[in-house]
Every structure is written in structure tokens, then in C-alpha cells.
């Protein structure tokens, strides 16, 4: 009779627990956007010294990881810090050189017939974003809004001339700034979004041009792409 009564309730629990649901609400209820980054964007110099001009195709790459922290019950909303790297150049007309040790600035006079002229800068980046998304549990195709600031300490900088009778590269220009930062903005659907960062500082924290204090920011226009 024990037997029999323990085969019953064994029975009757097994009905019980295969006629439960799974609780999806639950997961539902946990999910991020944890997401990686990849941006490409064309670079502009803003507030350039007079006469400093582009004269290509300037680009910006970056690359990182952002860790999503819902603030709302619906998760629409959210902060965001991440760690990156990125990677800057700058097709001009102004010529970095070093003369027995000193950092000298000029600008490439009209006629001169010369194969390159870059500052290339390297960043380990710091972004901090406020989020909004339409995202849900099951589905990765949704609108976004991100705005933030990212701070940026630079790991190398570069800068390259070249003609017929010259070549010569500067590594590391002490009269460029190591702490960089500025705001942000991603906005778009899904995979594609536009994006442009303002740089809020000056480039250069020394060196002078025809007698002027060398005074360039960036504004760096583009895609930015997530990737879950």
C-alpha cells in the first residue's frame, strides 16, 4: 500500500511540472544591450590656424566594448560605460619638423609638389553614454538615441612628410595634448547609425604658428555600427 501511494504522488508530480510554462517574463525582465562597437568616420579640423587647409580624405576608425545598465522597468533607458581604441588622421597642409631638437610649424607653400603630409593619432578611449532604445527581449531590430562624452588618452602620435627630397616622421610630439574628450551621438536602426563626435578641447597644448598659438579641434562625422 506505502508503494502504491508513493507511485501516485510521483505520478501526480510529474503532471504538475509537465504542465508548467516556462517563465519567460523573468528573462525578460534581465536582458542588456551589452554591446561591441565599430565606428568609421571622416574627420574635419575645426578652428584651424589661418591658412592650415585638408587636402584628402581624412579618416577615423574605433573600436571597443560597452556595458549596458538599465535604469527603467522597460529597459528603453539606460547608462552605459565602455573601454575602446581609436585611431585618427589628419591630411593637411601644415608640416611638423624637428630642428636640433625643436618642434618647428609651417605650412606647405602653393606649387610645392609633395606625396604626403599626415598626423595619425592612436587613443585608448573611455565612453560614457545615456541611452534610449525601443529594443524588447526578442528582437535586435529597433530604434536608438545615444548620447555621450568620451575621454581619450593618447598612446601615439605620428606625423609624416614626404616629397621628392624629403622624408621625415615625428613620433610622440610633445607640444600635443595626451588628454582628449569631447560628446557624442549615435542614432539610427538596427545595425546602421549616423554619428559625429565634437571635440571640446584644443589639440595642441603648445607650439605656434607665424607667431600664433596653434588652436585645432576635430569633428569627426560618420557610421557607427553595434554588434550583441
Known amino acids: 500500500m506505502q508503494k502504491l501511494f508513493q507511485i501516485i504522488l510521483f505520478l501526480s508530480c510529474l503532471t504538475v511540472f509537465s504542465q508548467e510554462e516556462p517563465n519567460f517574463s523573468a528573462v525578460d525582465s534581465l536582458y542588456r544591450e551589452d554591446q561591441f562597437y565599430f565606428g568609421v568616420t571622416y574627420n574635419v579640423l575645426n578652428l584651424k590656424p589661418k591658412d592650415v587647409s585638408q587636402n584628402s580624405f581624412s579618416t577615423g576608425l574605433s573600436l571597443g566594448f560597452l556595458r549596458d545598465f538599465p535604469i527603467n522597468k522597460d529597459r528603453t533607458f539606460a547608462i552605459a560605460p565602455g573601454l575602446g581604441f581609436s585611431y585618427n588622421n589628419y591630411k ?19 606649387g610645392i609638389n609633395y606625396k604626403k603630409n599626415k598626423l595619425a593619432l592612436y587613443f585608448v578611449d573611455l565612453p560614457i553614454e545615456f541611452r534610449w532604445r525601443t529594443s524588447t527581449f526578442d528582437s535586435h531590430k529597433f530604434w536608438r538615441v545615444y548620447t555621450g562624452f568620451k575621454l581619450s588618452y593618447l598612446i601615439l602620435s605620428q606625423s609624416r612628410y614626404l616629397d621628392a627630397t624629403q622624408n621625415f616622421k615625428i613620433n610622440n610630439n610633445p607640444d600635443i595634448n595626451k588628454m582628449h574628450y569631447g560628446a557624442y551621438i549615435s542614432a539610427g536602426y538596427n545595425s546602421w547609425n ?11 597644448k603648445n607650439g605656434s604658428l607665424n607667431g600664433n598659438p596653434i588652436e585645432i579641434s576635430t569633428l569627426n562625422i560618420g557610421l557607427m555600427f553595434y554588434v550583441l
Open 92 to 110: 593637411e597642409n601644415l608640416v611638423v619638423d624637428n630642428l636640433d631638437g625643436t618642434i618647428n610649424y609651417s605650412i606647405i607653400e602653393s
Open 194 to 204: 549616423l554619428y559625429a563626435y565634437y571635440g571640446l578641447q584644443n589639440m595642441f
